[in-house]
């Protein structure tokens, strides 16, 4: 019933931007702190971005912080990831999740999870 699916993804050059989007279904969307997560190639997921219920607080990783913006639409039950000055570090799957929890960063407390959006930045 829980469906999260992650478009936006693709090939940008270093400096480029990108946007994702989550649209979101069979949830109460209001009810769930959203995040982005983000795996690179043999590496850990790690946490990217979360913003938290009412849309009024947001968290971000020190390695995106002042280029990604995370952002809700709650009529449309969609997060976006607004990515800015891509850098090839940030190449990887890009991972929507939503978390009924309290923590913004842990990844054991998001329970819905979508498939994910490959962001490629090339040098």
């Known amino acids: 019933q829980v469906q999260l699916v992650e478009s936006g993804g693709g090939l940008v050059q270093a400096g480029g931007s990108l946007r994702l989007s989550c649209a979101t279904s069979?949830?109460?969307?209001?009810?769930?702190?959203m995040g982005w997560f983000r795996q690179a190639p043999g590496k850990e997921r790690e946490f990217a971005a979360a913003i938290s219920r009412s849309g009024f607080q947001t968290f971000y990783a020190d390695s995106v912080k002042g280029r990604f913006t995370i952002a809700r639409d709650s009529a449309k039950n969609t997060v976006y990831l607004q990515m800015i000055s891509l850098k090839p570090e940030d190449t990887a799957v890009y991972y929507c999740?939503?978390?009924?929890?309290?923590?913004?960063?842990?990844?054991?407390?998001?329970?819905?999870w979508g498939q994910g959006t490959q962001v490629t930045v090339s040098s």
């Open positions: 069979g949830l109460s969307f209001s009810n769930y702190i």
């Open positions: 999740a939503a978390n009924p929890l309290f923590s913004f960063a842990r990844a054991n407390e998001y329970d819905a």
